[in-house]
C-alpha cells in the first residue's frame, strides 16, 4: 500500500528536478516547503519557502516543520563549478544536516539525490571503463574527483541515517537529466558527430519528469531501510546502436547480457522491482 506524505521538504528547490519535484507534490495534491540557497522568487508547487543553505542545521530545523518527507536534492552538481574543497564538503554537509536534523525530527522518509558519477567516469582525469555491462549497483566505483566522492560519502551517509533513525532512504543515481527545453537534441546531436563525448556517461539520460516521480516512488513506497537505485531512461541519446558503442569505446568490458538497439548499458531492475518505475518521457529523435 502507498504511504503518501503530508507535507514533503524539497531542498535545492529552484533547480530543475526541484520544480520538478514541486509541480509533481501539487498534482498530488501533496503540501511542499521549498528550500533553497537564494530566494528564487516564484516557486510554483510549494506553499512555503525558506531561503538559506542545506548545510546550516538552524535553516533546516525551521525549514522541516510540519514535514514528514524530505526530498533531498540540494547539491553542487558538478566538480567544475567550484573548488575541490567546495564540492565536496558542501555536498556532503548539506547531505548529513538535511538527514540528521530529518531524522531528529521523526521523519521516516527521504530521498537522496545521487548520480551515476558516483561509479567515477564522467569526471575522471582519464578514460575509465565499467567493470561490467550492464552496470548495476553492485559495480565497483572508481572515483577520482570531488564531485564522485561527494555522492559516494552522500550514499554512505544515507545508510548509516537509516540505521541511525530508522529512516528508510532512496539514493537515486541520476545520469544527465533534462525536459521540455532542455535540448537533449543538442546532446543527441553532439553524441551523433564526436559520440566519444558520452562515453563517461555511458550515453544515458533521464526527463526531469521521470526522475520527479522516481523520487514519488522512493517516497510513497512500502519498503524499508536504506537503497540506492540507478535510474535512466531505456535507451541511450546516442543515434549509434549500443553494442557499436561499447565496441568502440569500452572494447574490453565484460558483457553480462546483451543490448540491442539503443538500450541504455544500465541495469534497471532494481528501479522496476523495488520502486515500481519505468522512465515515461523517452527522448525520440
Known amino acids: 500500500m502507498a504511504e503518501v506524505p503530508r507535507r514533503v521538504l524539497v531542498t535545492g528547490a529552484a533547480g530543475r528536478l526541484g520544480r520538478a519535484t514541486l509541480r509533481l507534490l501539487a498534482s498530488m495534491g501533496v503540501a511542499a516547503t521549498a528550500l533553497d540557497q537564494r530566494d528564487p522568487g516564484d516557486v510554483p508547487g510549494a506553499d512555503r519557502v525558506v531561503v538559506g543553505s542545506a548545510g546550516d542545521a538552524e535553516v533546516v530545523r525551521e525549514a522541516l516543520k510540519g514535514v514528514d518527507a524530505v526530498a533531498h536534492l540540494a547539491a553542487i552538481p558538478a566538480p567544475t563549478l567550484d573548488t575541490p574543497e567546495a564540492v565536496f564538503c558542501g555536498n556532503t554537509r548539506a547531505t548529513f544536516v538535511v538527514l540528521e536534523e530529518a531524522g531528529r525530527a521523526g521523519v521516516s522518509r527521504a530521498v537522496v539525490a545521487s548520480s551515476l558519477s558516483v561509479l567515477g567516469l564522467p569526471w575522471a582525469a582519464r578514460r575509465l571503463h565499467p567493470a561490467y555491462v550492464p552496470v548495476d549497483e553492485a559495480l565497483p566505483v572508481q572515483i577520482e574527483d570531488p564531485y564522485g566522492l561527494s555522492k559516494q560519502v552522500d550514499e554512505a551517509t544515507a545508510a548509516m541515517m537509516a ?120 527522448f525520440a529523435p
Do not use: C, N
Not at 547480457?257 to 522496476?272: E, I, K, M, Q
Open 163 to 282: 540505521r541511525r533513525h530508522g529512516m528508510t532512504v532512496v539514493a537515486l543515481r541520476f545520469p544527465l537529466l533534462g525536459g521540455p527545453g532542455d535540448k537533449f537534441e543538442d546532446t543527441a546531436a553532439r553524441y551523433a558527430v564526436s559520440p566519444e563525448s558520452g562515453a563517461r556517461e555511458l550515453w544515458t539520460y533521464l526527463d526531469s519528469r521521470d526522475a520527479a516521480r522516481a523520487g514519488w516512488q522512493a517516497l510513497t513506497r512500502p519498503i524499508r531501510g536504506y537503497h540506492a537505485v540507478f535510474v535512466t531512461a531505456p535507451t541511450t541519446l546516442a543515434p549509434q546502436p549500443t553494442e557499436e558503442l561499447l565496441g568502440r569505446y569500452h572494447p574490453d568490458v565484460e558483457r553480462r547480457s546483451p543490448l540491442p538497439g539503443h538500450t541504455a548499458p544500465v541495469d534497471l531492475a532494481v528501479a522496476a522491482d523495488l520502486l515500481g518505475f519505468t522512465a515515461q518521457h523517452l
